[in-house]
């Protein structure tokens, strides 16, 4: 599978779970439920009923602070995601923009007043990756 596609399919599940824990979690089932439906018809009920059941563990996992749960279920979408990318990579375009739509759709600060930063990096080789959730500033190797 494209690289590019991977990462966009581990961004995408990580927006999903994180969605259906918002307001805006019914908006983002029935997104995902149609993605779905374009490439397998005969499945989007069943991953509309699953996406339900992610709220419910998400949820949970937000209440007890249990971020092994959040991780797992957000592992769980990303591998269904990147098998229908691998099925259709024309979702791509779709996927990013419900990924755009989502994310402008969450909180922008969690708990006592903190912007909220996801980030996530994937180095191999002799690739280096220097990431910041504000300033920074890198001298020499």
Known sequence: MDPELSILAATAATTVVEALTSAAWEQTQAAIGALWHRVHPDRARTIEAEL??????????LLGGDERAHDALVGEWQGRLRRLLAADPELADELRRLVDASRNSLPRETGAGSPRIDLRARASGHAQVNQAGGSIHIIGR
């Open 52 to 61: 339900a059941e992610t709220r419910t563990d998400a949820l949970a996992a």
